[in-house]
């Protein structure tokens, strides 16, 4: 056989095959290099377990389930507790691989070695097994790893590395973006599917997209029939794998070139000045408790991967039946370099943490103070530019939002700008104050002295509750399509349906709904801190009040296109307040000193008079030679009221840019065609739950 040759930094490796092994020369492998990796002549497999006693590298041939050969690691072959062989001769477009482990079984240790298991490597870059949305895994078949060969062109793309408060991000599920046919594109349901829309977000003018789980999962695991309808995992938060894109939102098979489209489409994104975050999952797996499967984890080292009792049952902090052990310094190795792999070969400028709470709890469960983990992402190297977003709580009550440790690098969900907001914008006068402080920047949360602007994540709307529409749609959620009697979902939606539940034909009720989708939709973008949306409440995409479409992969979660010209002015609306709001960074973060003299910030709070809640947000212009002030002004209540403006300067008068009820703007917002819309009385009346804009221009 020829001799192989490294490049290495001290010069060329000259390797040599020492043995033969199932009719394969093989030699000692790369040990720091995890999974599988091709290389001249061969491929580099890397594996570690605590407590396996052997291991064995199952090769199979491309959609067969009988391996062609089993490649034991020679003793020798193991350092510590690592396994790690270059097997030579193997072409990685013919062959796919896995592991069979042996060692002890004891349930109560926490122990489940079985050498009868096929275990998919847990750095796997690419799985198979299920890789056709919506058919089934045979029971016959298990997961296999590819071999990727990361050779794609990323060519001159920029990375726009956009400040968090400078950002507008739109939260949307991979699939249900263009899966309904009103979609329009030529590839439903994929990654391309979202590529061929990202004129449509230029447009609109969203600056990150953060996608919703891409990591490999089977969305057929837990499918089931409910009135004659299949319901699967449509969402993705179950992992089968960390490191392998799903391959189901490809467009067409990428044999050993998996997760090329989604490289094209971040590519893309980065080439329109859009960000890509994902949506990731480390809190547990598809694994499931002690009634679950073992595929992966639990056959490599259980009792390492996963937080267990004394008794080794799961602990659930996830809701999902197992917790993952993350600060475990082997997990958190695996997370870290999960992260390096998608910030590095994937291009992803951000990532949203599920539950990110259960990655600051000890291996007992308990919280910790100063988890390592979290510690280690803040500070890591490679992830210095990249967004860190935490959903600061998790399933077994570890709330966290405004404590979530932080080092000043983490963002989180404000889940209390969410809850607040919603209680406000219905008519909750008592929480003006309360309100005052959300739009501000949760200064009560999180401190700009040392926090900056870019801690606080402000949403009304995600993908786990009620849409913007159905949010003043349903006072009550209507989850009976998920087959549970409608027990399942969040019974603390502060929502209001203005009336009448649901569908109506009633105009009155139809306009109310309207007015206060677009009073969100102002406040939400006047607020410090960074804005998210959820995909299609530009154009009040409805989920007919179901408030948990976790299992509905549907019209129920499929965006319906039609609504896009249904509520044009809508969408028209949200576009001209991202525009406003990206037009004013004194909205957005501190800019500069004014002149007048006038704080960044002032709250005028009502003075028993009215009910009216403004903020006058005051600094310079983008090039800090003039000032700029914005003046919010917010009526939740059912009556108009009476405001009188601030008075900043008897040079300046207040310019109307948004007024959602159409009093003194016909749509809302500025036209082209008509003249400014200057306010020449100091007082002015805001109709019956209403917002204004207002901006100070010379007189």
Same mark, same amino acid.
């Given at each position: ?90 072409? !990685? ?24 298991? !096929? ?64 979609? @329009? ?6 990654? /391309? ?43 993705? #938060? ?52 002690? #009634? ?21 049952? #799961? ?30 070969? #994937? ?10 709470? !259960? +990655? ?64 406000? +914008? ?38 786990? @509750? ?8 349903? /006072? ?13 979902? /969040? ?64 019209? !129920? ?113 500025? /036209? ?28």
């Amino acid at each position: 056989m020829n001799p192989i040759f490294l490049n290495s930094p001290s010069g060329q490796i000259h390797m040599k095959p020492m043995d033969e092994i199932s009719g394969f020369q093989v030699r000692p492998g790369f040990y720091e290099l995890n999974g599988a990796m091709a290389i001249p002549g061969g491929v580099n497999f890397t594996v570690h377990s605590t407590g396996a006693v052997s291991c064995e590298l199952l090769l199979f041939h491309r959609a067969e389930n009988t391996p062609y050969a089993a490649i034991p690691f020679p003793e020798r072959y193991r350092i510590g507790d690592v396994y790690s062989m270059i097997v030579f001769g193997l072409d !990685i477009k013919d062959f796919e691989y896995a592991y069979r482990l042996d060692g002890p079984y004891d349930k109560e240790k926490g122990l489940l070695f079985d050498k009868k298991n !096929i275990l998919l490597d847990i750095y796997a870059k690419a799985v198979t097994g299920q890789s056709v949305w919506g058919v089934p895994k045979k029971k016959d078949v298990f997961y296999k790893a590819r071999v990727v060969q990361d050779n794609f062109d990323w060519g001159a793309e920029p990375f726009p590395q956009i400040p968090m408060e400078d950002l507008v991000i739109y939260e949307m599920h991979v699939r249900g973006f263009t899966k309904h046919e009103s979609s @329009g594109v030529s590839c439903p349901g994929t990654f /391309s599917g979202i590529m061929e829309k990202i004129p449509y977000l230029k447009d609109l003018g969203i600056t990150a997209v953060e996608l919703m789980p891409i990591f490999e999962f089977d969305e057929m695991k837990d499918s089931r029939m409910v009135d004659g309808k299949q319901v699967v995992d449509y969402w993705g #938060y179950n992992p089968v794998s960390f490191f392998a894109p799903n391959t189901s939102y490809a467009g067409k098979p990428e044999y050993n070139r998996e997760g090329n489209e989604l490289k094209t489409l971040v590519r893309a994104l980065h080439d329109n000045g859009i960000e890509c975050f994902l949506d990731v999952v480390f809190n547990h797996t598809a694994e499931g408790n002690e #009634y679950g499967p073992c595929f992966s984890f639990k056959g490599f080292d259980n009792n390492v991967y996963y937080m267990l009792t004394p008794d080794g049952y #799961y602990y659930n902090f996830s809701g999902c039946g197992n917790t993952m052990n993350c600060n475990h310094p082997v997990v958190q190795q695996l997370i870290v370099s999960a992260l390096r792999y998608w910030a590095s070969a #994937y291009h992803v400028d951000g990532f949203r943490f599920d539950l990110a709470s !259960i +990655l600051g709890r000890n291996q007992d469960g308990s919280p910790m103070s100063s988890p390592p983990l979290l510690q280690q992402l803040a500070f890591d190297p490679v992830l210095k530019n990249v967004k860190l977003i935490a959903e600061a709580w998790d399933a077994g009550g570890l709330y966290q939002v405004g404590s979530f440790p932080s080092w000043n690098r983490w963002a989180e969900w404000n889940g209390r700008y969410r809850d607040d907001m919603r209680d406000y +914008l219905k008519g909750g006068l008592e929480l003006s104050q309360t309100a005052a402080c959300r739009i501000t920047g949760s200064a009560d949360l999180y401190d700009p002295a040392s926090r900056g602007s870019h801690a606080s994540v402000n949403f009304l709307n995600c993908h786990d @509750g009620f849409t913007l529409w159905d949010m003043y749609s349903y /006072s009550q959620k209507h989850n009976e399509a998920n087959g549970w009697c409608n027990l399942d979902g /969040s019974d603390d939606n502060r929502s209001w349906n203005c009336g009448a539940e649901g569908d109506t034909s009633d105009e009155a009720v139809l306009g109310l709904r309207k007015k206060l989708a677009r009073n969100a939709v102002t406040v939400l973008l006047m607020s410090r801190g960074t804005p998210m949306f959820l995909a299609g409440d530009e154009f009040l995409n409805t989920q007919y009040g179901n408030n948990n479409a976790y299992c509905q992969d549907n019209e !129920i979660s499929w965006l319906d296109w039609s609504f896009l010209e249904k509520n044009r002015d809508h969408f028209s609306y949200t576009k001209h307040m991202i525009a406003f709001r990206k037009a004013h960074d004194v909205i957005r973060k501190p800019s500069g000193v004014c002149s007048l003299g006038l704080p960044n910030i002032k709250v005028i709070p009502p003075d028993g008079s009215t009910h009216v809640l403004a903020v006058l947000y005051s600094g310079r212009n983008r090039t800090d030679t003039a000032d700029d002030l914005v003046c919010l002004a917010v009526n939740v209540y059912w009556e108009p009221q009476a405001f009188l403006l601030p008075m900043v300067s008897k040079s300046l008068k207040w310019k109307l840019e948004a007024d959602t009820a159409g009093t003194y703007l016909k749509d809302h917002m500025p /036209s082209s065609h008509e003249p400014p819309c200057l306010i020449s009385s100091p007082q002015i009346t805001l109709e019956s739950r209403s917002v204004l804009v207002f901006t100070a221009v010379p007189a």
